[in-house]
């Protein structure tokens, strides 16, 4: 019996961007944009730096929150799958 796996990112199996991996670039860009503007008037005080801080640490636990949300998804796919394939036996 062949088993098939389905992923909410089907790129990602062939080299593609799995979508955290799309959240986390675009949250990191945000940050870099936002520390940008920040420099822009040519004087970055501590209130800045402490900012950017900020932004880098909530991107991390938002980053954090993707892969245990990916985990908890893949652990639940596998179990529904083993679930099927169980009742499917028992069928006989």
Known sequence: MTT???????AAGNGGMVMSDLSKTIRDTGADMKEGLRKADGDESLGDKAAGL??????????????????????SRDASYQKGRADEMNRS
């Open 4 to 10: 098939v796996k389905l992923t909410a990112a089907p």
């Open 54 to 75: 900020g932004d880098r640490v909530e991107n991390v636990v938002k980053d954090a929150g993707d892969t245990v949300h990916e985990t908890a998804d893949d652990a």
